[in-house]
């Protein structure tokens, strides 16, 4: 009995999770009373308009057959909803004329609301709702003009730190500029403050080199370089590296009596392209991360020396044939790993990650690194 309950309550939660994930994809009208004062709900509908300017100022029901049923001016609506975008009647003032259009709304949170309106060219401007206040101001960037998204982005307190206020003042007028910003101030964690940065790298590890029959020893290995750190959405960024490399090894190979030394060289730029995740939620100085990508390779000298000698019974070698041999200039590898930040100041931060690095094709080079990292 209890397992048939868990079973029907389960299919009960799945069913009204289904059933809302559907209602919201369906399309929806509101429709303004002209008579009853009762408002009309229209449900599961499909629209025609030309483009989204055109949209604003009026749309049309359409049937299976897409004839047109009905076309409705934005001052006879309330709101529009197709799929997950909402639109609502609002007014705003257009070249000194109060116009009332279908905006749609592009960002949302608690009584504040943004809404994009579309010009004939295409071209986006953005209006904000401020809680309690029914007129639409427009956002834009001029000398002079009190923004009225930074004046309520500066009653956080957290907007008084310096680094804080800095990220303010540099605002543009959209959405995705504002979103960033309040997220800021809503978790009072400056570690959202993300920008591009460069530095200087350098690195020390083990490498150790696979090419058959040879068992070459692991060596310590050194690298210097520089990258770039590129965010991009929500703790991720883009993050090349570009260093120089050195590596160098011996091994000795015996078959049927004869016995071949082998001395590997290698000197090679690398170009790592990682996608780096930082944990940009954790607050203070430290912030883990990790990273993972491929490692382009390309050997400014990639050679391998070696000798094969026979000796007689008494031990005295008989004959050598020394060769060397060059190597393939270009390799790839895969890289990952897993590191700290520590944020020095505003704009400088000291990095300091462990990574294993795997080349995919022979002569096959593995290791293990620590590598130190400041941006400049």
């Given at each position: 009995?209890?397992?048939?309950?868990?079973?029907?309550?389960?299919?009960?939660?799945?069913?009204?999770?289904?059933?809302?994930?559907?209602?919201?994809?369906?399309?929806?009208?509101?429709?303004?009373?002209?008579?009853?004062?009762?408002?009309?709900?229209?449900?599961?509908?499909?629209?025609?308009?030309?483009?989204?300017?055109?949209?604003?100022?009026?749309?049309?029901?359409?049937?299976?057959?897409?004839?047109?049923?009905?076309?409705?001016?934005?001052?006879?609506?309330?709101?529009?909803?197709?799929?997950?975008?909402?639109?609502?009647?609002?007014?705003?003032?257009?070249?000194?004329?109060?116009?009332?259009?279908?905006?749609?709304?592009?960002?949302?949170?608690?009584?504040?609301?943004?809404y994009t309106y579309?010009?004939?060219?295409?071209?986006?401007?953005?209006?904000?709702?401020?809680?309690?206040?029914?007129?639409?101001?427009?956002?834009?960037?001029?000398?002079?003009?009190?923004?009225?998204?930074?004046?309520?982005?500066?009653?956080?307190?957290?907007?008084?730190?310096?680094?804080?206020?800095?990220?303010?003042?540099?605002?543009?007028?959209?959405?995705?500029?504002?979103?960033?910003?309040?997220?800021?101030?809503?978790?009072?964690?400056p570690n959202y403050?993300?920008?591009?940065?460069?530095?200087?790298?350098?690195?020390?590890?083990?490498?150790?080199?696979?090419?058959?029959?040879?068992?070459?020893?692991?060596?310590?290995?050194?690298?210097?370089?520089?990258?770039?750190?590129?965010?991009?959405?929500?703790?991720?960024?883009?993050?090349?590296?570009?260093?120089?490399?050195?590596?160098?090894?011996?091994?000795?190979?015996?078959?049927?009596?004869?016995?071949?030394?082998?001395?590997?060289?290698?000197?090679?730029?690398?170009?790592?392209?990682?996608?780096?995740?930082?944990?940009?939620?954790?607050?203070?100085?430290?912030?883990?991360?990790?990273?993972?990508?491929?490692?382009?390779?390309?050997?400014?000298?990639?050679?391998?020396?070696?000798?094969?000698?026979?000796?007689?019974?008494?031990?005295?070698?008989?004959?050598?044939?020394?060769?060397?041999?060059?190597?393939?200039?270009?390799?790839?590898?895969?890289?990952?790993?897993a590191g700290l930040?520590?944020?020095?100041?505003?704009?400088?931060?000291?990095?300091?990650?462990?990574?294993?690095?795997?080349?995919?094709?022979?002569?096959?080079?593995?290791?293990?690194?620590?590598?130190?990292?400041?941006?400049?």
């Amino acid at each position: 009995m209890k397992r048939k309950l868990q079973l029907f309550l389960f299919f009960l939660c799945l069913g009204g999770f289904l059933f809302t994930a559907q209602a919201q994809k369906e399309n929806l009208l509101i429709v303004k009373s002209r008579s009853n004062g009762t408002d009309s709900v229209l449900i599961g509908i499909r629209f025609l308009y030309a483009n989204k300017h055109s949209l604003q100022h009026c749309v049309s029901i359409i049937d299976e057959d897409d004839n047109i049923l009905q076309t409705f001016k934005a001052e006879d609506l309330i709101t529009l909803r197709e799929g997950k975008t909402l639109y609502a009647s609002k007014s705003i003032v257009l070249n000194g004329i109060p116009q009332q259009l279908l905006l749609q709304r592009t960002f949302q949170y608690d009584q504040l609301s943004i809404y994009t309106y579309f010009s004939e060219q295409g071209e986006k401007s953005h209006y904000v709702q401020m809680p309690n206040d029914s007129v639409l101001q427009i956002i834009k960037d001029e000398p002079g003009y009190e923004n009225p998204l930074r004046i309520y982005l500066n009653a956080f307190s957290i907007a008084q730190q310096p680094e804080v206020k800095e990220y303010i003042n540099r605002m543009e007028p959209s959405p995705s500029s504002f979103a960033k910003r309040l997220q800021v101030c809503l978790t009072g964690n400056p570690n959202y403050i993300t920008h591009s940065r460069w530095g200087i790298l350098t690195g020390v590890g083990l490498g150790k080199v696979t090419y058959d029959p040879f068992n070459l020893k692991t060596k310590l290995q050194a690298y210097i370089g520089a990258f770039v750190d590129i965010p991009i959405y929500k703790g991720f960024s883009a993050h090349p590296e570009v260093f120089y490399r050195e590596y160098a090894s011996e091994g000795i190979y015996t078959n049927t009596g004869v016995t071949s030394v082998a001395a590997y060289n290698r000197r090679e730029i690398c170009l790592p392209i990682l996608m780096r995740y930082t944990f940009l939620s954790t607050k203070g100085k430290l912030l883990p991360y990790v990273q993972a990508g491929s490692e382009l390779q390309w050997a400014i000298m990639h050679e391998i020396e070696t000798e094969h000698t026979t000796s007689n019974d008494e031990g005295f070698i008989e004959w050598v044939e020394p060769s060397t041999t060059p190597l393939k200039k270009i390799n790839a590898a895969l890289t990952a790993s897993a590191g700290l930040e520590w944020k020095l100041q505003t704009k400088h931060s000291l990095f300091l990650d462990i990574r294993y690095t795997n080349s995919l094709q022979e002569p096959r080079l593995s290791g293990l690194y620590a590598t130190i990292s400041y941006n400049l």
